[in-house]
């Protein structure tokens, strides 16, 4: 491999927006549709503040979960957030709860919060757009695949 396609390389993976961070864990999210999406896990207190805060691109096959260890009303922000996002609550056995769509990156202070519209085990945020896409609605399941690590915090 040539040094200038391995610096490329490198630097391309140190700058890449939508890449996870180092320590977050990686799985799948099979929606009912069948479609596909990567999602970064966020199940420690720490990585669920920062969320996808700062992330210019989320790809339309990427997303982010939040777990949370019971069941529980979870509220969101699009503080610091610089895309728009859909969000989208489950239950603990995956069954979707809740959806908000297009939910817009804030720019008034304080950012308003929105809410799980009743207990949810996990929320995720993926590409405004992609609910009414892939047709997501209160019921349908939707496939979770992912370590679940125990949290440090």
Known sequence: ???????????FGLFCPTR??????????????????EIDIADTLSQRAAGLMFRPVLPE???MLF???????IGVWMKNTLISLDVVFLNADAIIVGVLPNR???VTHPCPIYSSPTPANYMLELQAGSAE???LSVGQEILLDYQHPMPTD
Do not use: W
Request: aromatic share 8%; charged share 20%.
């Open 1 to 11: 491999m040539s040094r200038i396609f391995a610096t490329f390389l490198i630097v």
């Open 104 to 106: 817009q990156p804030c």
């Open 133 to 135: 896409k892939h047709k």
């Open 61 to 63: 096959n990427r997303g």
């Open 67 to 73: 777990v949370y260890p019971e069941p529980q009303a």
């Open 20 to 37: 996870g961070h180092a320590d977050t864990a990686r799985g799948h999210a099979a929606l009912p549709d069948g479609y596909v999406v």
